[in-house]
């Protein structure tokens, strides 16, 4: 794990490997002045687009997530030997490289009976915390005698190319294979290979996958029907690219402002007024101090846009990972509010009463805003996908709690190619995966798809939340966030998503008994 | 177009092009040697494997094809800047090359009234060829209002990465983008930027394409239902892949056989004999210049595998392109039975009344079958795409007029490998696009496929000839050959060839009416 020790000393960094490229060097440094020190007003929109996570693995709430699950003592692991490239046959494309899988056989009903298979689809993210994090597939292998398989997605994890993430990170050329269509052809491949030793060649399979990982998921049955017979596709905003929603810049955070405003007018209106009280204060002599004493942040303010941006990636976090027991917006409200007594009375003025909110949601840290983080994996991959294939146009329109940042696509083209050396594509997942009129192409084609989003997940603005056609199914809770319905069962679980997830297996048991009147018939 | 001097003078060979790599001197070789010389045992069936084109333009039969048509003085050429790699994001991969199309708008409705678009997808050839040779668009568009679009296929033509074909077959590092995923995503483009430019948002597409552009018109629509609503699909033998089909290796010849029995039991038994004759007389002192007498080759045979190779494909290409006016196999059959009196009695002996075939089928060449003959760019590029993807396991086997020659992965592999340097992906061509099990896949997924096929066609052992799903819908013809459907009508046209291609214009008539209706309920 990477380790930013200090904006103020950028040229001090631990790592634990003792080999560090400068080109490795340049990316640690491009996502601190995304995430940290965007000064700049034209690169604000580009550190404002948040995670597409299934979890956020930085924030402390998510801990907890993760560390309440246990991982199952009868997952096994594998490696599959992959081909780099899929789509090339000059030399370079027959390189291989390990890819992790797991698989647990506890409730498999065999390949006789030809029991399904649950293959969770990996996404920006090391299979590690997908294992502690997802919960459909454990606790419903038992209802379906079904295998469970999860799969690493190429370049996370213990999944990486060229031997090492210092090889393989180190420019566009090494990085050139890190995309969706190879990750689907990876996953493909794999299926394909476990299906065939375990001599399982009808046993139906069934993929799953939140966020990102959604996405994979509802592409892989679209694009490989003859690997999966279904897909659950949590949380996935296939419609957040190249101008296919109505609101297509503003979408995320109006949705963010909607949660915030339906938890408490007071608290929407505190953070409304506060963007313009900051830059007020910033413009003052000693400002930035005077800010930063007030945020009581680790380190120095560089900027005004420090502040703001990361105020407004922590309520977009809270609004996308909002749940039980904490439900982060209504954390953050209590607090601006003056609700939390321990935090003082309601007479304060609108930055205290922000800052109040910070310190709810992060749970009384010792300094806030800029804490010294860990660049994750997950936000150097994603940096990289972003940058190249998954180009979701995420800014902030007109009518919101937020001051508009409008997105600029040239702007985000120039940064994206000035760090990678190659411009993105943000055109190429409508062309390859569609996505514009989606009910008028999919109704007469494909099936068995289920969209599950909940309204209050910022990315369901980019999701599919009408049903298509009588077997791709849109399923919507009003209250859901982000992926939940795949996260493991709880007893604090509300009644909505009990019964969204009831809804959700039977309409996979339904594709199953259908697959197996027609093998039936198929055999004879 | 190269020219291949001589066999015995391997290195004299003329070329338009004043620069001769070594790397392109050596695919002149392999194709010499697959084409020509083959002596072991080992590399036979590779040599018989027949082109998979919609036509065969190296046989004089077929230039009275070509010539019969007239291209259409309406059509327009246009250059789009393609992409070199869609799926990968490697410096490499941003080249662009110019790919050519042509559109003829003499018939088109227009984008106001969604009036539809009937795409030809190019395949291992020239687009020249195919506007010459295809009928189906000019035919058809009146019918429909359609706007006629011709696309070229990459590394075919004027279609050339690397600005050049020295440069783009050079070896397997220019070659490797070269393949039908890369292909098919360059349609999509084109078709994209078509109906963006003109506004055709919603105006329908078919794609239509013959043989090899026959699996990728099938694919097209399979993996892009966004790009086109439907395909026509002739003469594809998207089975002849991985063992999807019972009779994987010998299914070509078994076809080619038994149109030779159904029109001639004798004809059939005198070829069944030739084998072990031409063995005989091989045999004896001076053998092969005798054989080489009697067949009037152009030049003395090397072994009696060159004449045996060259007359099975004589055969396979007799029955593959069978057809009004001149009936091939009949004409081979009716040399070889004797009935064609200026070529001599009955009772010759079993080489003679083969070589009377010979004759029948070449029309009175001044010599037979190792003529110098130029190395098409079709063939040229085929061999590249037989070895990396297209690895169709073409056989002989049991119960044929043919000596068995089983299909031999390895050898087929080793030989590949051996040339290129990188080996082929024989499995992946059902991984990416299925075939296996593909009633059961299908019956439930997908829509708008016509899947034409002529059961004479030696290829459609390979073909879909069930109907899958009320619009997945297969249509043969007993007596029809290779394509014969989408070539140009004639008066000559048998009329079951009328109702075939009356029965697909009026399936693709329903899914456009049928499209109109959905698009208006869409709109509202």
């Known amino acids: 794990m990477l380790f930013i020790k200090l904006k103020t000393e950028p040229n001090i960094i631990a790592m634990n490997s003792p080999a560090i490229s400068f080109q490795w060097f340049q990316i640690l440094i491009f996502l601190l002045v995304l995430s940290i020190s965007v000064s700049s007003s034209a690169a604000q929109y580009f550190n404002d687009i948040p995670r597409l996570s299934l979890i956020l693995e930085e924030y402390s709430h998510d801990h907890q997530v993760l560390s309440a699950t246990s991982v199952s003592e009868d997952l096994k692991t594998f490696y599959y030997t992959q081909t780099l490239d899929h789509f090339n046959y000059n030399p370079q494309s027959y390189s291989t490289f390990q890819q992790r899988y797991v698989m647990n056989f506890k409730y498999w009903g065999g390949a006789n009976s030809s029991a399904p298979i649950f293959?969770?689809?990996?996404?920006?993210?090391?299979l590690d915390s997908d294992l502690a994090a997802?919960?459909?597939?454990?606790?419903?292998?038992?209802?379906?005698?079904?295998?469970?398989?999860?799969?690493?997605?190429?370049?996370?994890?213990?999944?990486?190319?060229?031997g090492s993430r210092e090889e393989a990170f180190q420019n566009a050329s090494t990085l050139g294979?890190?995309?969706?269509?190879?990750?689907?052809?990876?996953?493909?491949?794999?299926?394909m290979h476990i299906k065939k030793e375990l001599m399982a060649t009808y046993s139906p399979v069934i993929v799953i996958g939140g966020s990102y990982g959604g996405m994979l998921a509802s592409w892989l049955r679209l694009k490989y029907p003859h690997v999966a017979l279904g897909a659950l596709a949590s949380s996935a905003p296939i419609l957040y690219f190249d101008g296919i929603t109505l609101n297509p810049e503003g979408g995320y955070y109006s949705v963010v402002s909607k949660d915030f405003r339906d938890t408490s007018e007071t608290c929407y209106q505190t953070i409304q007024k506060?963007?313009?009280?900051?830059?007020?204060?910033a413009s003052q002599p000693n400002g930035l101090s005077i800010l930063g004493n007030k945020f009581k942040t680790c380190n120095p303010l560089s900027s005004s846009s420090e502040l703001r941006s990361a105020l407004r990636l922590m309520y977009a976090y809270a609004a996308q990972y909002n749940r039980a027991p904490r439900y982060q917006?209504?954390?953050?409200?209590?607090?601006?509010?003056?609700?939390?007594?321990?935090?003082?009375?309601q007479d304060k003025d609108v930055l205290s009463k922000v800052f109040a909110g910070v310190v709810a949601f992060y749970q009384n840290s010792s300094c806030y805003i800029n804490q010294i983080t860990n660049a994750s994996e997950t936000a150097i991959g994603w940096s990289w996908?972003?940058?190249?294939?998954?180009?979701?146009?995420?800014?902030?329109?007109n009518g919101t709690m937020f001051e508009p940042i409008p997105f600029n696509l040239?702007?985000?083209?120039?940064?994206?190619?000035?760090?990678?050396?190659?411009?993105?594509?943000?055109?190429?997942?409508?062309?390859?995966?569609?996505?514009?009129?989606?009910?008028?192409?999919?109704?007469?084609?494909g099936s068995n798809i289920i969209f599950s989003n909940g309204l209050r997940d910022p990315y369901s603005s980019g999701g599919v939340l009408k049903t298509i056609s009588p077997s791709i199914i849109a399923v919507t809770t009003v209250d859901g966030s982000h992926c939940l319905d795949i996260l493991p069962e709880k007893g604090t679980d509300p009644d909505w998503l009990?019964?969204?997830?009831?809804?959700?297996?039977?309409?996979?048991?339904?594709w199953i008994s259908k697959y197996y009147v027609d093998l039936k018939a198929y055999k004879q």
Chains 1, 2 share one sequence.
């Open 119 to 126: 293959v969770f689809l990996g996404a920006e993210a090391s």
């Open 498 to 510: 009990i019964r969204q997830r009831k809804t959700e297996v039977k309409i996979i048991k339904a």
């Open 274 to 281: 506060s963007w313009a009280e900051i830059d007020k204060v």
């Open 385 to 397: 996908q972003r940058c190249s294939e998954m180009a979701m146009p995420i800014g902030i329109g």
């Open 329 to 345: 917006v209504s954390a953050i409200c209590k607090g601006i509010d003056g609700l939390n007594s321990s935090l003082g009375s």
């Open 410 to 445: 040239s702007i985000y083209k120039e940064q994206c190619e000035s760090f990678y050396g190659v411009p993105p594509r943000p055109n190429w997942v409508t062309s390859y995966y569609g996505g514009h009129d989606i009910k008028l192409i999919l109704q007469r084609f």
């Open 177 to 191: 294979y890190f995309n969706s269509a190879q990750a689907i052809a990876d996953y493909a491949e794999i299926i």
């Open 134 to 162: 997802v919960g459909f597939l454990d606790d419903n292998a038992p209802r379906f005698n079904a295998l469970i398989v999860f799969i690493e997605h190429r370049y996370y994890g213990k999944s990486i190319p060229f």
